[in-house]
């Protein structure tokens, strides 16, 4: 049989066979290992052999009780990995003791790896963990794989529900199903008879894909449709916001009959149907009645009363489903299949939930104490989603239409008693009515559908175009008829009709703005907006515009959160600082808490020429929130290069910047091409000028305001249509009196706005300059005829992505200022120890070696604020650059300047009696405090022997990385030698010590000090 079984695996037609990975190894992870080994091998026309089984690896001591127990084995002799024992023994020793597994499942405890060229991933692992794996999974999965979720339940939000295999596919950007069932895990694993529901609803563009060529000929369903067009539909019967990748031809479709023969064994039936949202849905709410069946049998009431809460329940179920996803789900599934009335049957008869209900009643306990002692900890997920069930309905309203989720809910929150289960979930009326079929459209709209068309896909036969009426509105048939059946009573000759869904929801208030409106809103709805850049600027723009209701948020950042980053990335939290966490993540957590309806997509690395043309050819608009130039010419690049708009600030001190860029991203009659950044900068700032907000600062306000501004701007362009061609605007408001596109002759004017907090004018913290706009020779958006008459080489998406374009090399790499001789220059670390010297030893003389002077050229806020070397001297660049030589009359240079105060050990009185050493240890002397908050005069004249000669200290010169130290340093030599070649008689007379810089300055020193310590 096996050989007949590897002659038709050859004969296939299908180049490629399914790989599969089970993601997870607990008892029932481990189980449906087993099941798909046993398939793989029965079926290697379809499957590869091997089935790789993801292992969250920890250390096991092997149980004596074990039959591969052996003293003499190393394998016996203390803690082994799991995996190794997994491989060893084919055996989950901890979690599915005794049962077998086949030979050709191999524990992996690479996630990555386990994962590697893998078509089919199931997914089956506690649902608390899914975002942190599919974290880990994101760019390491074949971006056409498909998935199945065992995980049950649902994620139920105070205004919105989610499956988790919704979850796994936004966040992977792939079709996940879902497996679920009457299915206790030990039994399945023992081979007894049980049964199990496979919810996959085959993506179109998988169907639409060729037939691969056979023996017999070409292939006789080569399609011409365009697979990247067609849209697959979600839970809720909406387009996916998932943009699948069809299924290679090379691969056996992955379709029911695929899936059941993935699955399907003697001893476990499998039922495959579409239904998703009713698989899922299933597996959560069955173990809310659950609780209530084991409150009915603690109290001794009987199979009687079990009975009613389960069929009570069933129905509840039902109309849950029937009421939050209508166009997807099928009522058969909670009364037909083993994920509805079986798994209720069982999990209401001696499941987890069922137990602990009953004890606590038995015992007088809460159920917290019950599944504290009985889960280790664990929570009991039908109480669990009793919680969200219950804030779902209340945010609706809608808490008596499901009486027995309710009471369950007021029961454990105890405000009610189990004993009166009976009375409070007693309905109303009569019954809970059967779900109602959509009504048809009453007649007033029916005759008011509008003649205008849109295209879109027949599915019954796809590729083919039919056309959809609407009415004036610009709302579908099925629209309209969505709309009134959530809106009851209506009859079918009533005269008002229901509002629009989103005119009620969240948006409600800025749809109000007549800029925006319901066509506005929909555009934001379907819109992909990119955030590059998730610190100040980042930070509110993400959460304005995930507010805002834009469909696609993609964030990219390659930073993680750090607690300076506080004060002003709004996004970020505490948390967030002190784990570490990615910004990416950090940013998304916050932002599904402002608006979970959205998707969100994650790309945690930092814009490069490598992937900055992939990612921004996804989006419809850019925000550009980066900190550096070299990285916005790239992006602004991309931008042109993809025809994508970009809306780029800027922000430092008390300044920020505003600009939008590439509006319009192609040019039409009328309408001339917006301006780029080059455009704007044609030349990058000289790169010693460029410093960023760790060294000069930033109020978080400014960076709140600009942010906050990009994403009004964001805003104002996608409700426009301005994040679209204007044949493509003129199209889609063609028959739409609600939204008019700008006139032809509209020319549109490019600015730049200017915020200073600090304007000495409060009427000029806002200005708005003027920009000339497109120029026709830029190098990025200009005229191929005029670069070509010029001779110059036009930006293009492949001399991006090949790495042609030196971005660095263009905005010139800040080096190190050389202007002193080695011999004027000394390293952190001899500075150091020179300090601890001259405080500490005396010379041959039994004095105090004489302090030399040390001359921090920060800026005065800079050096109040940083650490300081002890008895430094203050004397800002800005001050010696603006009055030169004479700068340094305080150092008792100038001619009839006064000596310096001393202080008792022959040095410099501190200016800051509190300030400590650099090195941060405490064995250096204190000097006293006396000074004014005037700076001081410092050092150091005196006259040694009578010889006559003036000597005077070294001087040090420190800076925050070593530059501007060279330049003071520099100043005072130049002044010393002019004063040489002037005076030459009293040159003689001084005795100047050694001056220069310390190399690395501050940032040096702290590095070395951390070192040492």
């Not at 205008?452 to 027949?458: F, R, V």
């Not at 050493?917 to 405090?929: E, G």
């Amino acid at each position: 049989m096996d050989g007949l079984r590897v002659k038709m695996s050859s004969l296939t037609p299908y180049a490629k066979k399914h790989k599969v990975t089970v993601i997870g190894s607990g008892n029932w992870g481990s189980t449906i290992a087993k099941l798909v080994g046993e398939n793989t091998l029965e079926h290697p026309e379809l499957f590869e052999r091997e089935v790789q089984m993801w292992v969250y690896e920890e250390e096991v001591e092997l149980d004596k009780k074990s039959k591969h127990y052996d003293e003499a084995s190393e394998f016996s002799k203390g803690k082994q990995k799991l995996s190794t024992l997994i491989n060893a023994f084919h055996e989950n020793v901890k979690y599915l003791p005794g049962i077998p597994l086949p030979p050709n499942v191999v524990a992996n405890p690479s996630l990555v790896d386990s994962v590697k060229n893998s078509t089919i991933l199931i997914f089956n692992l506690p649902h608390q963990f899914i975002l942190n794996l599919c974290k880990q999974l994101r760019g390491h999965i074949l971006p056409f794989a498909r998935g199945i979720s065992c995980i049950k339940g649902v994620n139920v939000h105070e205004s919105s529900i989610s499956l988790f295999s919704e979850t796994i596919g936004e966040e992977l950007g792939i079709y996940c199903g879902a497996l679920s069932g009457a299915n206790i895990a030990s039994e399945v694993a023992q081979e007894k008879f049980s049964e199990t529901t496979v919810a996959y609803d085959p993506p179109l563009m998988d169907s639409q894909s060729p037939t691969p060529a056979t023996s017999q000929g070409p292939s006789p369903a080569s399609s011409h449709v365009d697979l990247t067009k067609l849209v697959h539909k979600d839970v809720s019967g909406k387009p996916s916001k998932v943009q699948l990748k069809p299924l290679p031809a090379e691969y056996h479709s992955i379709d029911h009959d695929t899936l059941k023969k993935l699955f399907h064994r003697r001893y476990f039936h499998v039922r495959v149907v579409s239904d998703v949202a009713g698989v899922s849905l299933g597996g959560a709410l069955k173990n809310v009645v659950a609780v209530a069946a084991g409150w009915v049998d603690g109290l001794g009431w009987g199979d009687n009363a079990k009975a009613a809460v389960m069929r009570i329940g069933l129905l509840e179920m039902r109309e849950f489903g029937n009421r939050f996803f209508p166009h997807t789900i099928q009522s058969d599934t909670f009364t037909v299949e083993s994920a509805g009335v079986a798994d209720l049957i069982t999990s209401c008869s001696g499941g987890r939930n069922f137990r602990c209900a009953k004890m606590s009643i038995q015992e007088g306990k809460s159920i917290e104490e019950i599944q504290e002692r009985e889960l280790n900890g664990q929570k009991l997920q039908g109480a669990l989603t009793a919680h969200e069930v219950n804030k779902f309905l209340k945010y609706k309203g809608i808490e008596k239409d499901f009486p027995l989720l309710t009471a369950v809910y007021n029961i454990l929150e105890g405000k009610e008693k189990a004993e009166h289960l009976p009375d409070l979930i007693e309905p109303e009326d009569e019954s809970i009515p059967p779900p109602k079929a959509d009504p048809p459209p009453p007649p007033l709209i029916a005759h008011a559908a509008a003649s205008s068309e849109t295209n879109d896909l027949d599915m019954s036969n796809p590729g083919v175009l039919v056309s959809e009426s609407r009415s004036e509105d610009g709302r579908s048939e099925d629209q309209i008829r969505s709309t009134t059946s959530e809106v009851e009573p209506h009859s079918s000759l009533s005269a008002l009709l229901p509002a629009p869904p989103l005119a009620s929801g969240r948006y409600n208030r800025q749809m109000l703005v007549p800029q925006v409106r319901l066509r506005g809103q929909e555009s934001l709805l379907a819109s992909k907006v990119l955030i590059i850049g998730l610190g100040g600027l980042g930070s509110p723009a993400s959460l304005y515009l995930a507010g805002a209701g834009i469909g696609t948020l993609g964030l990219m950042d390659g930073d993680a959160v750090e607690t300076s980053n506080l004060h002003r990335q709004i996004v970020h939290t505490e948390s967030a600082a002190r784990l570490g966490q990615s910004k990416v993540q950090s940013a998304a957590t916050r932002c599904r808490e402002l608006n979970p309806e959205i998707v969100y997509v994650c790309h945690e690395e930092s814009a490069s020429a490598s992937n900055i043309l992939n990612i921004v050819s996804q989006y419809d608009l850019v925000l550009d929130c980066t900190d550096n130039p070299a990285t916005r010419y790239l992006i602004s690049d991309a931008c042109v290069v993809s025809g994508k708009v970009l809306v780029s600030g800027a922000a430092q001190r008390g300044e920020g910047m505003l600009i939008v860029l590439n509006n319009p991203p192609t040019s039409s009659e009328g309408d001339e091409k917006g301006p780029c950044y080059r455009c704007v900068f044609p030349r990058p700032p000289a790169p010693e000028t460029v410093r960023g907000c760790s060294e000069i600062g930033i109020l978080g306000p400014v960076v709140g305001v600009i942010g906050t501004l990009m994403a009004g701007e964001a805003i104002k362009i996608i409700t426009s249509g301005g994040h679209i061609s204007r044949q493509t605007r003129a199209d889609q408001f063609a028959n739409d009196t609600r939204a008019s596109v700008e006139s032809p002759t509209q020319k549109k004017q490019h600015t730049m706005l200017l915020y200073n907090t600090y304007a000495s004018d409060p009427r000029s913290m806002f200005r708005t300059v003027g920009l000339r706009g497109r120029r026709k020779d830029c190098v990025a958006c200009g005229d191929d005829q005029t670069l070509a008459t010029k001779n110059v080489t036009k930006v293009t998406a492949e001399a991006i992505s090949h790495g042609r374009l030196d971005y660095q090399a263009f905005c010139g790499v800040f080096e190190d200022v050389k202007l002193l001789d080695e011999n004027n220059r000394i390293h952190a670390r001899d500075f150091l120890r020179n300090q601890v010297e001259a405080q500490t030893q005396p010379d041959r003389s039994g004095k105090q070696k004489r302090k030399p002077i040390v001359v921090d050229v920060r800026e005065e806020h800079e050096y109040e604020l940083g650490p300081k070397v002890r008895g430094s001297l203050n004397i800002p660049i800005s001050h010696i650059l603006r009055h030169g030589s004479e700068a340094f009359g305080v150092l008792g240079v100038s001619p009839g300047a006064s000596p310096p105060p001393m202080g008792p050990d022959g040095g410099m009185i501190d200016q800051e009696s509190h300030i400590p050493v650099i090195t941060r240890h405490d064995s250096f002397p204190t000097k006293p405090s006396g000074h004014s908050d005037q700076i001081p005069p410092s050092p150091a004249r005196e006259t040694q022997d009578g010889s006559g000669e003036e000597q005077y200290s070294s001087v040090y010169f420190v800076c925050q990385r070593g530059n501007d130290s060279q330049i003071a340093a520099q100043k005072l030599i130049d002044k010393i030698e002019a004063e040489m070649a002037a005076e030459q008689e009293a040159v003689r007379k001084k005795k100047w010590g050694w001056i220069g810089d310390v190399k690395g300055g501050i940032i040096a020193m702290e590095r070395h000090a951390r070192t040492s310590i």
